[in-house]
């Protein structure tokens, strides 16, 4: 599967984005999804996941009623929406692909697919 995130871009704090990946290549519905994000000298971390159906979802406790994430099976579609956004949510953001469409992972080398990213940044 080929995964496109987009809707990046350059916001104050305390506002609100949205992220969308777009999955081509693949059954999209018989993937688990997840976000990750990469701050400048920084490791990849985990921000969220959702299973197959979108019942089941996992924040990282740093994002945790502030995110959320979401699917569109039909659209082959993967949302995350970033509300009341700080300056430390400054990062590339990553959608990546779980083959298992079951449980939330939250470890990046459970998933095998990776789309190339796109930067958000929150201004003070």
């Known amino acids: 599967v080929q995964l496109q995130a987009s809707g990046g871009g350059l916001v104050q704090a305390g506002g609100s984005l949205r992220l969308s990946c777009e999955a081509s290549g693949g059954t999209f519905s018989s993937y688990t999804m997840g976000w990750f994000r990469q701050a400048p000298g920084k490791e990849r971390e985990f921000v969220a996941s959702?299973?197959?159906?979108?019942?089941?979802?996992r924040y990282a406790d740093s994002v945790k009623g502030r995110f959320a994430i979401s699917r569109d099976n039909a659209k082959n579609t993967l949302s995350l929406q970033m509300n009341s956004l700080k300056p430390e949510d400054t990062a590339v953001y990553y959608c990546?692909?779980?083959?298992?469409?079951?449980?939330?992972?939250?470890?990046?080398?459970?998933?095998?697919?990776w789309g190339q990213g796109t930067l958000v940044t929150v201004s003070s």
């Open positions: 959702i299973n197959w159906s979108g019942l089941m979802t």
């Open positions: 990546a692909a779980n083959q298992h469409p079951y449980g939330t992972p939250s470890q990046a080398p459970e998933y095998s697919y």
